[in-house]
């Protein structure tokens, strides 16, 4: 789990990693940079996603900044 009051959070997981990915973001945005993830959204935010088995589960709470997934920095 990851929670900040503030301020940007990356997290990258491998080419083949498994999630369930839960975001609660007040201000900011949710970018998931797995083509193969199954989105969810709350009107036009994306609040979470999922890919392959949902095998690790990751929450990222924050009060204000932007929630990046991704396989790596590139």
């Given at each position: 789990?990851?929670?900040?009051?503030?301020?940007?959070?990356?997290?990258?997981?491998?080419?083949?990693?498994?999630?369930?990915?839960?975001?609660?973001?007040?201000?900011?945005?949710?970018?998931?940079?797995?083509?193969?993830?199954?989105?969810?959204?709350?009107?036009?935010?994306?609040?979470?996603?999922?890919?392959?088995?949902?095998?690790?589960?990751v929450?990222?709470?924050?009060?204000?900044?932007?929630?990046?997934?991704?396989?790596?920095?590139?």
């Amino acid at each position: 789990d990851v929670d900040t009051g503030s301020g940007e959070v990356s997290l990258y997981g491998g080419p083949d990693f498994e999630f369930d990915l839960t975001t609660d973001v007040s201000s900011g945005d949710v970018e998931v940079r797995y083509s193969d993830a199954t989105v969810r959204k709350d009107g036009h935010d994306v609040v979470g996603a999922r890919r392959g088995s949902g095998q690790t589960r990751v929450l990222v709470d924050t009060g204000s900044g932007d929630v990046t997934l991704a396989p790596s920095r590139l």
